[in-house]
């Protein structure tokens, strides 16, 4: 049976075309939700009323992608990157379009660090009106990249970030009964700049807010020297680039994992943001933490996270939200 995380990261959905991704959370928030909205900017709005604090948990819904710019008289296409795309890394990697064309991204040469502009896409057509049957300018293409579960380990494309998305499902079936107002806002356009968060939070207008994403780790070879290892529990962000997290928010989330048992590592990351960025700074300002998933080569087709950290993730956000809410 397929599981909703390998459900999630294997629907496509690249930055401004979540749509599919966003049927499968639809469907599942309003099981648990008393009331669920779609707004302009296509960021689902989950409220579960309560009388306490208003509590916004946020994850975006999108992945990093490609956009096809032109298509040669040979049938090869010319892309641009959607979201932060390593460029050393793309020969030979697998899109998949959305209408199920796949391609493999060629060089002109064997440069070891080439140009985005000697970068094709080879979709294996015969020559641009065979191309045009099957893919127009401005279409989006996602990495391929299966999903994998061995003992406590998962590896796939997309867990950037819809493992921060199922952290916010699975909270929300735990949540039943709650004080709390909770809103379950999973955003779009993260990885372009954080614009589905910034209009989500304008609507809201929370008391708090947790941005759930995923982050870097330190515990590989030659990885830049950062505390944050796989299997050592959920991640409480103390800044990114985006945000410096709300003290009292991290402190509670502290609290909360200590109160619970629940395991548990700080996090800085110099590199990178969330939708904590754009969350923090809407109309007066909102008190705002994140809770972070630790993962390996994030932005690629093979993230992998620990399982038990996933975990570790949705009990320290439940907690969160019980302690936040006065429970």
Same mark, same amino acid.
């Given at each position: 049976?397929?599981?909703?995380?390998?459900?999630?990261?294997?629907?496509?959905?690249?930055?401004?075309?979540?749509?599919?991704?966003?049927?499968?959370?639809?469907?599942?928030?309003?099981?648990?939700?008393?009331?669920?909205?779609?707004?302009?900017?296509?960021?689902?709005?989950?409220?579960?009323?309560?009388?306490?604090?208003?509590?916004?948990?946020? #994850?975006?819904?999108?992945? =990093?992608?490609?956009? %096809? +710019?032109?298509?040669? @008289?040979?049938?090869?296409?010319?892309?641009? $990157? *959607?979201?932060?795309?390593?460029?050393?890394?793309?020969?030979?990697?697998?899109?998949?379009?959305?209408?199920?064309?796949?391609?493999?991204?060629?060089?002109?040469?064997?440069?070891?660090?080439?140009?985005?502009?000697?970068?094709?896409?080879?979709?294996?057509?015969?020559?641009?009106?065979?191309?045009?049957?099957?893919?127009?300018?401005?279409?989006?293409?996602?990495?391929?990249?299966?999903?994998?579960?061995?003992?406590?380990?998962?590896?796939?494309?997309?867990?950037?970030?819809?493992?921060?998305?199922?952290?916010?499902?699975?909270?929300?079936?735990?949540?039943?009964?709650?004080?709390?107002?909770?809103?379950?806002?999973?955003?779009?356009?993260?990885?372009?700049?954080?614009?589905?968060?910034?209009?989500?939070?304008?609507?809201? #207008?929370?008391?708090?807010? =947790?941005?759930?994403? %995923? +982050?870097?780790?330190? @515990?590989?070879?030659?990885?830049?020297?950062? $505390? *944050?290892?796989?299997?050592?529990?959920?991640?409480?962000?103390?800044?990114?680039?985006?945000?410096?997290?709300?003290?009292?928010?991290?402190?509670?989330?502290?609290?909360?994992?200590?109160?619970?048992?629940?395991?548990?590592?700080?996090?800085?990351?110099?590199?990178?943001?969330?939708?904590?960025?754009?969350?923090?700074?809407?109309?007066?300002?909102?008190?705002?933490?994140?809770?972070?998933?630790?993962?390996?080569?994030?932005?690629?087709?093979?993230?992998?996270?620990?399982?038990?950290?996933?975990?570790?993730?949705?009990?320290?956000?439940?907690?969160?939200?019980?302690?936040?809410?006065?429970?």
């Amino acid at each position: 049976m397929i599981s909703l995380l390998e459900r999630l990261t294997q629907t496509d959905g690249v930055s401004g075309n979540e749509d599919a991704v966003r049927d499968i959370i639809k469907n599942e928030i309003e099981k648990y939700c008393d009331d669920v909205t779609v707004d302009a900017m296509g960021n689902i709005i989950a409220h579960k009323s309560g009388t306490g604090k208003k509590i916004m948990l946020a #994850a975006h819904m999108d992945e =990093i992608g490609v956009i %096809v +710019t032109f298509i040669d @008289d040979k049938g090869f296409l010319r892309f641009a $990157p *959607v979201g932060g795309l390593y460029i050393r890394d793309l020969t030979c990697r697998r899109v998949r379009f959305a209408n199920g064309t796949v391609g493999v991204i060629g060089c002109e040469d064997d440069e070891k660090k080439p140009e985005l502009k000697k970068l094709y896409i080879d979709i294996g057509a015969k020559n641009a009106k065979d191309a045009q049957k099957r893919v127009s300018v401005g279409d989006t293409a996602a990495f391929v990249g299966g999903y994998h579960k061995s003992r406590d380990t998962i590896v796939s494309k997309a867990l950037d970030n819809r493992v921060g998305c199922y952290v916010a499902l699975e909270s929300a079936k735990r949540l039943k009964e709650s004080a709390a107002d909770m809103y379950y806002v999973f955003t779009t356009q993260e990885e372009v700049g954080l614009r589905g968060a910034k209009t989500a939070a304008y609507t809201v #207008a929370p008391d708090y807010a =947790i941005a759930l994403d %995923v +982050t870097d780790t330190g @515990d590989t070879p030659e990885a830049p020297k950062m $505390p *944050v290892k796989l299997g050592g529990g959920a991640a409480i962000k103390v800044m990114d680039r985006s945000v410096l997290c709300d003290a009292d928010i991290r402190e509670t989330m502290r609290a909360a994992a200590q109160k619970d048992g629940i395991l548990y590592q700080l996090e800085i990351m110099t590199d990178g943001g969330t939708d904590a960025g754009a969350i923090h700074l809407s109309r007066g300002g909102v008190k705002t933490g994140g809770i972070s998933v630790p993962a390996r080569y994030i932005h690629s087709p093979s993230e992998m996270v620990s399982d038990k950290d996933v975990k570790a993730c949705i009990a320290l956000a439940v907690s969160t939200a019980q302690m936040l809410s006065g429970q």
